[in-house]
């Protein structure tokens, strides 16, 4: 297992602990879309990275990209029945917060 | 008395039927998302074909971009029009957004193919959501 795919498994359980934590009862059905959700955002969001660190795209069009990810996730919680849209909101800002720190450094701009 | 006994009745209703907090199945909706889901897998395929192609330019795809928020525009008044769509109207306001920050990027132009990938992959995300629950609509009012 690569040094990035421990980071991003690392992060992924940090970021499905915080969405847990707002979800409560309602875990249980959304985890297996949620992680997958979770995990394919944080490949994109380490592409995005990578495409930063090889000089081929401004902060702003990380800004464009990471938006682009953010209302994946977005809708992913809103297909569940019964989450509401406060809930849903709540659960992307607990599990984007989760994540910030490790992401913002790797971007090397504080973005999310 | 009477009163009583219509309270108890409309109780009795209530605990029978449930309340829906959310939309019933609006079929043109769900073949209008799924049109919309095609024409956005067609773009993808066709961007990776002729990336770096004077085809693939900005200005040469500025009609998908006016036709896909168009689409989702309509859809989102149709939305409104319709009750308990709240979350319908959230998701499609996402691929709104989702749609209008690919368009800005690609004005910006794209350096390279790993680009298209990463929004390819979110945009199937969003679409997959947003089809997961018109089927569950949908499979509610078969039941």
Known sequence: MGKSTMVIEDLLKQMLEAAKTVLKTQWKLVKPMAELQLRSTLINLELIAELKLKGKISKEQAALHIEIQKQSIRTTLLSFEGIGIVAAEKTLNAALGAARTVVNKGLGWKII | ?143
């Open chain 2, 1 to 143: 008395m009477r009163i009583f006994f219509i309270l108890l009745l409309s109780l009795n209703l209530n605990s029978c039927v449930g309340v829906r907090l959310i939309q019933e199945y609006d079929s043109v909706s769900d073949n209008k998302i799924n049109a919309l889901q095609e024409r956005t897998s067609k773009f993808f395929v066709k961007a990776d074909r002729q990336f770096g192609l004077p085809e693939f330019s900005y200005q040469k795809q500025v009609d998908f971009y006016d036709d896909i928020q168009t689409d989702i525009n309509v859809l989102l008044v149709r939305s409104r029009a319709i009750q308990k769509t709240r979350i319908s109207q959230e998701q499609l306001s996402a691929l709104l957004i989702q749609f209008k920050s690919l368009e800005e990027l690609h004005k910006k132009g794209f350096k390279t193919r790993e680009e298209l990938y990463i929004i390819q992959s979110a945009l199937e995300n969003s679409f997959t959501a947003i089809l997961q629950l018109q089927m569950s609509l949908k499979n509610r009012n078969t039941n």
